[in-house]
Each structure stands twice: as structure tokens, then as C-alpha cells.
């Protein structure tokens, strides 16, 4: 056979070193077991010799996929398969699988059928770029890199994302091809479009058509230039190869329709499921409303009553059926009904009426069927659901309310009138008391000193416990129109320049009998840091610092007083009172700075308890006067041990200078 090949060629065989190509094309020449059988295909591989380098290389594929296909399926000893003859070729003349359109055919068939779409693609491109120019050129850089360094965007403005699977591949190339057909028929007419892809496929076919996997290219090729003279040129293989394709195609798309008809039936139960849910949670929804106290009046944004609780039923005396599809403003008196007028809007939607009044509590008239109208507080809450706005309106009866609000107003102009008329009342008894009191103290100190006769001791005894006693009830009265002042507001701070050192002495000269009549230790003491001369209300001063003190004086049976003026920073100033006393319980702190309220001293005398009288004003008036003097007051306390209070006032500086440490003693 192979002499046959060398007399066919003669003297036209060309001269130089036979190409690899050749070399591989002469040794599936020499594999055909009858010659004569196959005079065509011989024909072509003379032609083949003949052709030069660059278009043996061209043609390598169709001429190579030619004498595959003779001797794997036409030749009588079909000594080889596709595959054995391919392996050999990889084995033998591997350089050859450098060429890209060579290697095509030694491919997986899933590349082979992306490659086959792409380069039909390119050789349209390729006939058409005379005509359409620089257009293409896009197209064509694209493609070469198909299919594994694609990026987007995709060409002619497609829309879409990189494919993941070969078969979405192929279907991404023939929606290329589909758009560049469309393009080229728009621009050049039907029949040069039809004409460039039918050449485009002639040019693939020559390479290629002996490939199983070329029947691909069919399918992207557009529908009018098929005809059966292309699906003739396919062989019986590839035709059943094509149709096993489908028929893979189609069991998978049974597959997959399989899963979704159980996934839609599985949804469809779910569905059921949850509309039983749906409807258990309603039938529970609507009983827990009914169980509310208060109102529920659920509006569309139109302002229709879609929903309402039994609790409106009863409140308005209607049933659900007579408001549900009606405008809320049915549940109002007029005016209030106004507050909610439909916004003018094109839709009527209550949208800007009701957005300011969102989560507010608005009081309102209701109204009932019968005409009758009651007090309502209501308070509107919004939720969107998808494109739809509902409001939930709670509704509440205030009509008892209201009528307490009114007794208790009522109460509380009462208590006013009262509080005057006590007040009244104090400052008139007051006088009263305070004349013959001073006519008394007046006589009793004119006795003590012998202004009329030399006293006994006796007699002085009596006189003096008269002046104490005279003295306490004058105390008395001043404590109980005090307090009487503050509860009424009546009492003003007047502040002026005053010696804090001068204050501290007449405290000690005013309260030192006292002390020295149970033998106390009476001390004061003033910080060498605070000023000379200070602002405040010296009188309601010297009033704290007097009751503090004759309160310790007071509580004291044995040990001292001290009265301690000091600066603990810039900003204040402090008055300490500290005593020895029998001290306070802690859970008595708060109550001892209440009105008319008088704590145990911790002694557990009765007999001592009772000698502790008063109306018990004395720490009331100390914590209200500090209070308006914009400070506090604290104590601190041990039952066996003694008291130590402390008033807090704001340091408000005269400019004067700083004093000395003074102390003073009995």
C-alpha cells in the first residue's frame, strides 16, 4: 500500500525532511488493509503531502479524524479503536498535541463540545471582519479566552454570569451566536448573515466532522440555515451519540422534575400544615384579644376598621358586624372624629395624620350608637407589612378616671382652703399666745433679777423653770407657723453678708445654760480655711444651728457637744453637730427628718423619753430650710455611742478674709 502512496505522488512529492505531521498521517496510510477500498481517503492524504508546512498544520485534524474513522469503522479488519489509534498518536507523535486545534481531538468530550461552539464562533467572525470591522474585535478577544480565563461582562451586552457547568456553556455560546446573527442581519441583510454562518460551518466541518462530539456545533447554529444535507454529512454514531445525549438530558430533566414534583408536594403539605397553624393562631389570636381589658381597633391606612376586640363591642355596644369596614372616625364624637380626617391626598390614606400621633396617649370623645358620649384614651401603633401599613389603636374607658381626677381635684382645692384657713388660724392664735407668753417671760426675767424683792432660792427655781417653760412654748408656736410657712411656700431665703464665728458664739451663749444645767461639755470650733464672712440667711442660719445643737444638747446625758464649722473643698461648706448621746437607730433615719414624728433616743427609758416633748418639727425645718438654702443634710449614727448631722450648704463667699482657728468652750 504504501508503495502505491509513493507511485501516486511521482515527482510531486515535495523535497526537504518529512514534518511530524506527516510522519503520522503516512502511519495511518500504511494501516489500511486494502488500498484499493480506499482510494478516496488515500487521495486525500496525497493531497495532504503535497500542501506545505503551515497548511499541513491547518489541515492536520480533518485528514487525521478522516483516516481515524476509516480504520476504526470502514476498514474490513477494523484492527483499532478510536481510542488505541489516539493513545498511539499521543505516544508516538506527542509534539503534535502542542498544536490547539490538534489537541482538540485528545480533549475530555465536554471540552471538545465548548471548543467545537467557540471556534464555529471564531470562523464566522473571521469571514464577517471585512464587513463589520473593529466590531468584532471584542467578541473575538473574548472568546479566546474561553472557556477558563472568561471574565465578564459578557459580549454584545448580554446579560448574565460566568457558567459553572460545560452545558451551560454551550448555551451561553449559542446565545452569543443567536445576538451576532441578529447583529449581522440588521447590518448586512438575511442572506449574508445566513451565508457567513454557513461557511463558518463548512470551514469546522472539513476539520472536524469526523468527531463524535461535533453535532454540538448543530445546535448553535441559527434555525433557518439548517437543512437535512448538514444533518445527512453526520454519521450513524454521532447521530446516536446526539440522540443518547438527549435522552441523558432528558432522564436528568425527569430527575430533576422528579425532585421538584416531591419538593412541591412536600411544600404543598407544608402549606396545609401551616394554613392549619395559620388558622389555630388566628382562632388564638382573636381569643386572647377577646380576653383584654383594654380596647383593639386594628385600621388599614385608609382608615377602615378591619379587626376589633369583644371589649370594643361591649364598650360601644355593637357588634363586630356594624363597625368592621367602616371608618374609624364611627367610634368619635365629631370634633374628635375630626383629629382624624382622611389626609387629601390622592389615595386617602391617613399616613400624615396619623404619623405625629404615633405612640402618644391621646384623650378623646367616643361616641356611642345611641348618641351618648364618654371620655376615651387611645394610643395608635403602626406595622408595615410589605407594601401594606396597619394601625393598632388601644382603646380604654376613662370615664372613672375622670370622675377621680374630678373628686380629686376637688380634695385638693379642699386641702388648699384648709391649709389657708389653718395657717389662718396659727398666725391669729399665734398673736394671741405670743402676747401674754412675752407679758410672763418679761415678769419672770424681771424677777430673777430682783427688780421688785430679793428672791429665796425656792422662789428662784420656780421663776426660772416658769422662763423655760415660757421659752419651749414660744418654740413651739415659731416651729408650728414654720411649718406651716413651707408646706404653704410662704417661706423665703434672704441672703446677706453675715460672720460665720459670731454665729457660732451666740449659739454657744444662747444654748450654754442648757449644757451646763446636765453638765455637758459645750465646744465650737471653726476651720482656719474658711472665710471670714460668708452670704446666706444669717436668721434661718442661726435657727438650723440652734435646733441641731439643742437637739444633741437635748439627747445628751453625759459626755459633750461639739459645734464644728468646716470647708471640705472649694465649692461648700459644712456645719457639724456631734454628740455622745444615746444615738439613733439606722432604720430611723429617714422618718426623723418627717413632720410631727419623734424617735426613741436608744436610751430605752420611758421616764427619759418622756421628758424629750415637742411636736417633733425640729429636724423637719432644719432638712426644708437647708433645702431651700440648696444643700443637704445627713446624719450619722451609733445607739450607745452618739449623733454627728451635717449640713452641706454652697460656699458663697463675701470677699473677705480668711479667720483664724477659733475654739470655743463652756
Not at 499541513?56 to 487525521?64: D, R
Not at 378623646?364 to 401599613?389: A, V
Not at 444654748?511 to 474658711?530: M, N, Q, T
Not at 433645702?627 to 451635717?646: A, D, I, P
Request: proline share 4%; charged share 25%; with cysteine.
Amino acid at each position: 500500500m504504501f508503495d502505491w502512496l509513493k507511485n501516486r505522488l511521482g515527482k510531486n512529492r515535495p523535497s526537504g525532511e518529512e514534518t511530524e505531521a506527516c510522519l503520522l498521517v503516512d502511519y495511518l496510510a500504511r494501516q489500511v488493509s486494502t488500498p484499493e477500498r480506499a482510494a478516496s481517503v488515500l487521495e486525500r492524504v496525497v493531497q495532504f503531502r503535497l500542501l506545505s508546512s503551515a497548511d499541513q498544520t491547518e489541515a492536520l485534524p480533518g485528514v487525521y479524524l478522516l483516516l481515524e474513522q476509516y480504520l476504526a469503522e470502514v476498514d474490513p479488519l477494523k484492527k483499532y479503536s478510536r481510542r488505541q489509534l489516539r493513545e498511539t498518536a499521543r505516544i508516538r507523535y506527542g509534539s503534535l498535541l502542542a498544536l490547539e486545534k490538534f489537541k482538540l481531538i485528545f480533549d475530555p468530550e465536554r471540552q471538545q463540545e465548548i471548543m467545537l461552539c467557540r471556534y464555529l464562533l471564531e470562523a464566522v467572525l473571521q469571514r464577517s471582519y471585512a464587513l463589520m470591522g473593529s466590531s468584532v474585535d471584542a467578541i473575538r478577544a473574548w472568546l479566546a479566552k474561553v472557556p477558563d480565563e472568561a471574565t465578564l461582562p459578557l459580549p454584545l451586552e448580554l446579560d448574565g454570569r460566568l457558567p459553572e457547568q460545560p452545558r451551560e456553556w454551550i448555551a451561553l455560546l449559542r446565545q452569543i451566536s443567536l445576538a451576532y446573527y441578529q447583529a449581522l442581519r440588521h447590518n448586512l441583510g438575511e442572506q449574508v448573515a445566513d451565508r457567513h454562518f454557513e461557511n463558518g460551518y463548512n470551514d469546522l466541518a472539513q476539520l472536524y466532522q469526523g468527531l463524535e462530539t461535533f453535532p454540538v456545533v448543530i445546535s448553535i447554529l441559527p434555525e433557518n440555515i439548517l437543512d437535512e444535507h448538514k444533518i445527512s454529512l453526520l454519521s450513524h454514531r454521532q447521530i446516536q451519540r446526539a440522540l443518547l445525549e438527549n435522552v441523558d438530558q432528558l432522564e436528568e430533566f425527569n430527575g430533576q422534575l422528579a425532585i421538584k414534583n416531591y419538593e412541591l408536594e412536600r411544600a404543598q403539605t407544608q402549606l396545609i400544615a401551616a394554613r392549619e397553624d395559620a388558622l389555630r393562631a388566628s382562632t388564638q389570636f382573636r381569643s386572647v384579644l377577646n380576653t383584654m381589658a383594654e380596647g383593639i381597633v386594628v385600621f388599614d391606612e385608609h382608615g377602615r376598621i378591619v379587626l376589633i376586640n369583644r371589649e370594643v363591642q361591649n364598650t360601644w355596644g355593637c357588634s363586630a358586624d356594624e363597625l368592621v369596614g367602616k371608618y374609624i372616625q364611627i367610634l368619635f364624637s365629631p370634633s374628635s372624629a375630626a383629629q382624624l380626617t382622611l389626609d387629601l391626598n390622592p389615595n386617602g390614606a391617613l399616613v400624615n395624620v396619623i404619623e405625629p400621633l404615633l405612640g402618644e396617649p391621646l384623650e378623646m370623645e367616643g361616641q356611642r350608637q345611641n348618641g351618648h358620649r364618654f371620655p376615651l384614651e387611645m394610643r395608635i401603633t403602626e406595622t408595615k407589612i410589605s407594601d401594606n401599613i396597619w394601625y393598632t389603636a388601644v382603646v380604654n374607658d376613662i370615664t372613672s378616671r375622670k370622675q377621680a381626677e374630678m373628686a380629686m381635684a376637688h380634695a385638693r382645692d379642699l386641702a388648699i382652703q384648709t391649709s389657708e384657713l389653718k395657717t389662718r388660724i396659727l398666725a391669729g392664735v399665734s398673736h394671741d399666745l405670743r402676747t401674754p407668753l412675752n407679758t410672763i417671760l418679761g415678769y419672770s426675767d424681771m424677777l430673777l433679777e430682783d427688780v421688785f424683792e430679793e428672791m429665796n432660792e425656792k422662789q428662784q427655781a420656780i421663776v426660772k423653770r416658769i422662763m423655760i417653760s415660757g421659752k419651749h412654748m414660744a418654740q413651739l408656736i415659731t416651729d408650728l407657723l414654720d411649718q406651716t410657712r413651707i408646706e404653704g411656700g410662704q417661706l423665703v431665703i434672704q441672703n446677706a453678708p453675715f460672720a460665720p464665728a459670731t454665729m457660732l458664739q451666740n449659739t454657744l451663749a444662747l444654748l450654754s445654760l442648757a449644757a451646763r444645767e446636765k453638765e455637758i461639755d459645750l465646744k465650737g470650733s471653726i476651720d482656719p480655711s474658711l472665710p471670714g464672712t460668708l452670704v446666706g440667711d444669717a436668721q434661718r442660719l442661726q435657727q438650723i444651728i440652734t435646733n441641731l445643737t439643742g437637739n444633741a444638747i437635748k439627747f445628751t446625758d453625759a459626755g459633750s457637744v461639739l459645734v464644728r464649722f468646716y470647708c471640705p473643698d472649694e465649692a461648700a461648706w459644712v456645719i457639724e453637730v456631734k454628740d455622745t448621746g444615746h444615738g439613733i437607730p439606722k432604720t430611723a433615719y429617714k422618718r426623723i427628718f418627717e413632720p410631727f414624728q419623734q424617735v426613741k433616743d436608744g436610751s430605752n427609758s420611758p421616764e427619759k423619753d418622756k421628758q424629750k416633748d415637742g411636736f417633733g418639727l425640729g429636724l423637719y425645718i432644719v432638712k426644708e430650710l437647708v433645702t431651700l438654702m440648696n444643700g443637704r443634710v445627713s446624719v450619722y449614727s451609733e445607739v450607745g455611742k452618739g449623733s454627728t448631722f451635717s449640713v452641706w450648704l454652697p460656699l458663697l463667699l463675701a470677699h473677705e478674709e480668711l479667720v483664724h482657728d477659733v475654739s470655743f468652750g463652756n
